[in-house]
């Protein structure tokens, strides 16, 4: 096929429009450089009418919300899903990964939680702590600079705690708990469980003139038009457009390889432009993959030259390997107190208001790492699934189960808002038998190879989901409440969930400084081609029991400066 | 070309320059499009297509929508509340049969069975029995067995259609306002209104007020001193 030459030489192309290459844009085009951002989706804006989705009523859909065509229901913003059509994956063996991919600008920071926690001091050096998988080269204080600067840029909201290993940053003020997260709190401190405000990238005060603030719709999972949520798109990518900077969008571009020349440095990339489904070459003089852990992994597995036979960066046999995501559980709880509740506006923010942080010492546990709990419940807006098995709960009552006529819609009053729930989202071990690599037995429908998942939860993270469990009993108990559901056993794992559900996958091209054990040094610059990044999640050495957002975004600022400074010196 | 090709044309191309598309995007929503679509909630050009596929297409004949119209009504009878025809229950119930397949069958055999059960009792399709013996008939169906884990064909066809039917109408305009959802609209929260607060014996922690949002700053820019306090 004829390669079409794009005519422009940038200074930097970014792969991946999500956190990380957002951030990359930002910083990169604010220092005056010529920047591409090359992203496989369509060009996305929260504001933009035709593709809003926030404020719809579920009456305005013909499905009223279901979840036929986006995985967390119609109006959630993330376009694409578990299985994206023509862009398939498989397992090795026994392997379930769940493997999610949102396909345009902004990735999937258009629909994610917003839960923007730092890792602290005790995450980088994990191995120090117990003996198990490895420190990262950097500490927290290299990255505290960079999350003080993503604090103030984007805004977090949350409360000073002075908790060493949940480091304080620049906070907005937190929003005041709903009812059922005090019934929360009133649980969980009963069994010794620390409660905090929670702290979320939404705007509750205002932190530019550009930005909106939040009016509590609950919806950031549907991308705020105003931009009162963290989206990659609305608050870096735009931004850097608007104050003037060099960036050109080619959206719907899906990138196969990265090239490089003889010296085997990285001169320009090669994509599929999804509406010609022709292929084309763009050229910069840096290249900065930043689309997502598993998807970089891909390209630079995909990218095999004379120079690099085993793939760009892979001397070390690394890409791929110590894929981790969080783990996670869930539990549902009745809580008969909150039966025929008053109503009123409770949507508040798109999340919780209140969770728990890690609150135990390892050394006294059966398993490594810990986990965070949220919460989650209230008078919400209905969806799709609303008045399910209208009155299941009055078996609780010694009520009668079933039935037809208008008692159904009184049972469906006494009982909105009192079901709620928790869920686990805990650290698990990088380890190198966990990984993603090319199937060579598989194309997509652009004709480039496709990943395969080798992924198996260890003993470490089914402890930990026992634990989960056990902790929710406890607190359910301690609020009156009624646990729904039966505790999952040793044969479900505990309740543990595929890996790659929490959609936290980290670690495919890990930072360290011996080229032999990692695929990036501490800058998450290529050991083996200095002028390709990595700004995505795939250079954590650990997952931590936090969400990974704010670290890619501290570590793609911290990036950046380098990438800006290294060209002034002109060492790439 | 269209609007909608329009748009398609430069979210597809090559290369959009960001910003620029926001003159053609916010561009009155005239007859530029030849048929009129009802639901405007944000598709993407392929699931909007889906959508119209699917909307287009009749899975029901019109026998089985009387029915399913009718068992509707007798799952929840019509009230000064709403009722299943305004909250668009049937067509709902069309809609997810082709947007579900998997469900096609059930619900199809569920009716079947229905009126050979009429025909075996009352000697005529269940849409012409008496309302005295449509109940008869559903008090065999509607009570799921609480001790079974396995429940017999009609109660589950009952227990599907019970929960389309509820779904639907609590989604709807009507069912929105009597469940007293009073949200989805741009507001400030301050917390839990004080009597309901009281009303659980709950409150506030003291120590936690210094931490919340003072809604009267909210437009105030924020600013902090170098510990990171907020002073503004």
Redesign the interface.
């Known amino acids: 096929m004829q390669i079409i030459e794009n005519e422009k030489q940038y200074d930097v192309v970014i792969v991946g429009s999500g956190a990380g290459g957002g951030m990359a844009t930002k910083i990169l085009a604010d220092a005056g450089l010529k920047v591409a951002v090359v992203e496989a989706g369509p060009f996305f804006d929260p504001a933009n009418p035709d593709q809003q989705t926030q404020l719809k009523w579920p009456y305005e859909s013909p499905r009223r919300g279901a979840g036929t065509t986006r995985a967390f229901g119609e109006f959630d913003m993330a376009y694409g899903g578990w299985e994206i059509d023509g862009e398939p994956y498989n397992q090795i063996g026994e392997s379930k990964f769940d493997w999610f991919r949102s396909r345009m600008l902004g990735g999937r920071t258009n629909h994610w939680g917003r839960i923007s926690l730092r890792f602290g001091p005790r995450d980088f050096k994990g191995k120090d702590r117990d003996g198990l998988g490895d420190n990262w080269p950097i500490g927290y204080e290299d990255i505290k600079p960079y999350y003080d600067k993503v604090d103030k840029l984007i805004g977090v909201f949350g409360s000073k705690e002075n908790m060493y290993n949940e480091p304080d940053g620049y906070f907005l003020p937190a929003p005041k708990p709903r009812l059922h997260e005090l019934y929360y709190k009133k649980g969980a401190e009963k069994s010794g469980v620390t409660v905090i405000p929670s702290r979320l990238s939404i705007l509750t005060k205002r932190i530019n003139n550009e930005r909106g603030i939040c009016f509590y719709c609950r919806q950031c999972s549907r991308s705020c038009s105003v931009y009162g949520d963290f989206s990659a798109g609305s608050c870096l990518i735009f931004p850097a457009q608007k104050s003037g900077g060099q960036v050109d969008l080619y959206v719907n571009s899906m990138v196969r390889e990265v090239e490089v020349n003889e010296e085997g440095k990285a001169k320009g990339v090669l994509y599929i432009n999804k509406e010609d489904r022709k292929e084309y070459r763009i050229r910069g003089k840096v290249i900065v993959l930043a689309a997502s852990a598993c998807s970089t992994a891909r390209i630079l597995l995909n990218s095999k030259s004379a120079q690099h036979p085993n793939g760009l960066g892979n001397s070390s046999d690394l890409v791929g390997k110590y894929l981790h995501d969080s783990t996670g559980t869930d539990r549902m709880a009745f809580v008969p107190e909150l039966m025929n509740r008053k109503r009123y506006n409770e949507d508040g923010v798109g999340g919780m208001h209140l969770y728990s942080p890690w609150w135990l010492d390892n050394k006294k546990l059966d398993f490594p790492r810990g986990y965070h709990i949220e919460v989650w419940g209230g008078l919400g807006m209905p969806s799709y699934g609303t008045g399910f098995n209208p009155n299941d709960l009055n078996k609780y009552l010694g009520l009668k189960v079933g039935g037809y006529g208008n008692q159904l819609r009184e049972d469906v009053k006494k009982f909105y808002g009192s079901v709620m729930g928790m869920s686990g989202r805990g650290e698990s071990i990088a380890r190198k038998e966990n990984y993603c690599e090319i199937d060579p037995t598989t194309v997509d429908e652009f004709g480039i190879p496709v990943l395969r998942f080798n992924y198996k939860w260890s003993d470490y993270e089914r402890k930990q989901a026992r634990h989960m469990h056990n902790t929710f009993e406890e607190i359910i108990e301690n609020m009156g409440g009624i646990v729904l559901g039966e505790k999952p056993g040793a044969n479900r794992d505990y309740g543990l969930l595929n890996p790659g559900r929490i959609i936290h996958e980290v670690g495919t091209t890990r930072m360290g400084s011996d080229p032999k054990k990692s695929v990036v040094n501490e800058f998450e610059q290529l050991h083996d081609a200095d002028n390709v990044f990595i700004v995505d999640a795939g250079p954590f050495v650990s997952q931590a029991d936090k969400n990974p957002t704010w670290t890619i975004l501290a570590l793609s600022w911290r990036t950046s400066e380098f990438i800006i400074q290294e060209l002034k010196k002109q060492n790439i | 070309m269209n609007r909608r090709d329009s748009?398609r044309?430069?979210?597809?191309?090559?290369?959009?320059?960001?910003?620029a598309?926001?003159g053609c995007?916010?561009e009155p929503k005239a007859a530029v499009e030849q048929k009129i679509w009802e639901?405007?909630?944000?598709r993407?050009p392929e699931?909007q297509a889906?959508?119209e596929k699917?909307?287009n297409e009749q899975f029901f004949d019109n026998s089985e929508l009387e029915t399913i119209k009718r068992l509707a009504n007798?799952?929840?009878?019509p009230?000064e509340?709403g009722t299943v025809e305004d909250?668009?229950v049937p067509?709902?119930i069309e809609?997810?049969a082709k947007?579900?397949p998997s469900i096609q069958t059930k619900m199809r055999g569920g009716l079947m069975w229905l009126n050979n059960h009429t025909h075996k009792t009352f000697s005529k399709d269940f849409i012409n029995c008496s309302e005295e013996e449509q109940h008869q008939v559903?008090d065999q169906i509607?009570?799921?067995d609480?001790n079974s884990a396995e429940q017999k064909q009609e109660v589950q066809f009952f227990?599907l259609l019970?929960?389309l039917v509820?779904?639907?109408?609590?989604?709807?305009?009507a069912?929105?306002k009597?469940?007293?959802?009073?949200?989805?609209?741009?507001?400030?929260?301050?917390?839990?209104?004080e009597?309901?607060?009281k009303?659980?014996g709950?409150s506030?922690d003291e120590s936690?007020m210094p931490?919340?949002?003072?809604q009267s700053?909210?437009?105030?820019?924020?600013q902090?001193d170098e510990k990171?306090?907020?002073i503004?």
């Open positions: 748009i044309s430069l979210f597809l191309g090559s290369m959009a320059g960001g910003l598309l926001e995007v916010t639901y405007q909630y944000g993407t699931e889906y959508d699917l909307l007798l799952i929840l009878p009230n509340e909250a668009k067509e709902f809609f997810m947007d579900f559903l509607a009570y799921p609480p227990s019970r929960n509820m779904t639907g109408y609590f989604t709807s305009e069912g929105i009597e469940l007293g959802y009073v949200g989805n609209q741009p507001n400030v929260w301050d917390g839990v209104p009597e309901v607060l009303d659980h709950l506030y936690w931490k919340f949002v003072d700053k909210r437009n105030d820019l924020a902090w990171g306090n907020l503004s």
